[in-house]
T-cell receptor, first 115, second 112 residues
Framework: GAVVSQHPSWVICKSGTSVKIECRSL??????MFWYRQFPKQSLMLMAT?????????EQGVEKDKFLINHASLTLSTLTVTSAHPEDSSFYIC???????????FGSGTRLTVV | DQQVKQNSPSLSVQEGRISILNCDYT??????FLWYKKYPAEGPTFLIS?????DKNEDGRFTVFLNKSAKHLSLHIVPSQPGDSAVYFC???????????FGTGTSLTVIP
């Protein structure tokens, strides 16, 4: 079945540094990937839609310059949290869409803690 | 390796009837489970959760059942309404707050 690998699964960083999270589709090509942020017991919040070879589409209220998304290939999208602050500490999840079936495959998430 | 599986990609149910969405998992360490509902072009929204100390949790028309020995959970919607038509994802984690593993979703269509 379709697998999306997300790395790292957890990361602790100092305030002011940048962190890169990778999302890879292992056995299918993902033209479109989604990045979500999850708060405890709440809905996944869509941050941005990433399309291969073009600029990401950000949801309202998400800072483009803070959350940099790159989707340079059909199997890899990256989210870079720049100049991280403690309030950026959260759970980030990516998802990839397969067009041959109506299915979204999710990565296992990255827990970011900014200290 | 898909640790959480939703083997039915789609389900159609008549309005007023019961919808039953199923989810299986392989990791016996999972002890917290959630169901999400997703409309097209929107992010998934949290629906209902259950921890492994329970075998049932009810919220209005939605009930989640957990069978730990079978590593199986199900979401029951009674009565089903056309507005329930969406994609439903189950997710599991080993402890609340830890990373979640999602199923691939079941598209529910409630026929008026």
């Amino acid at each position: 079945g379709a697998v999306v690998s997300q790395h790292p699964s957890w990361v602790i960083c100092k305030s002011g540094t940048s962190v890169k999270i990778e999302c890879r589709s292992l056995d299918f090509q993902a033209t479109t990937m989604f990045w979500y942020r999850q708060f405890p017991k709440q809905s996944l919040m869509l941050m941005a839609t990433s399309n291969e070879g073009s600029k990401a589409t950000y949801e309202q209220g998400v800072e483009k310059d803070k959350f940099l998304i790159n989707h340079a290939s059909l199997t890899l999208s990256t989210l870079t949290v720049t100049s991280a602050h403690p309030e950026d500490s959260s759970f980030y999840i990516c998802s990839a869409l397969q067009y041959d079936r109506y299915g979204y495959t999710f990565g296992s998430g990255t827990r970011l803690t900014v200290v | 390796d898909q640790q959480v599986k939703q083997n039915s990609p789609s389900l159609s149910v008549q309005e007023g009837r019961i919808s039953i969405l199923n989810c299986d998992y392989t990791n016996s360490m999972f002890d917290y489970f959630l169901w999400y509902k997703k409309y097209p072009a929107e992010g998934p929204t949290f629906l209902i959760s259950i921890s492994s100390i329970k075998d049932k949790n009810e919220d209005g028309r939605f009930t989640v059942f957990l069978n730990k020995s079978a590593k199986h959970l199900s979401l029951h919607i009674v009565p089903s309404q056309p507005g329930d038509s969406a994609v439903y994802f189950c997710a599991a984690s080993a402890g609340s707050g830890n990373q979640f593993y999602f199923g691939t979703g079941t598209s529910l269509t409630v026929i008026p």
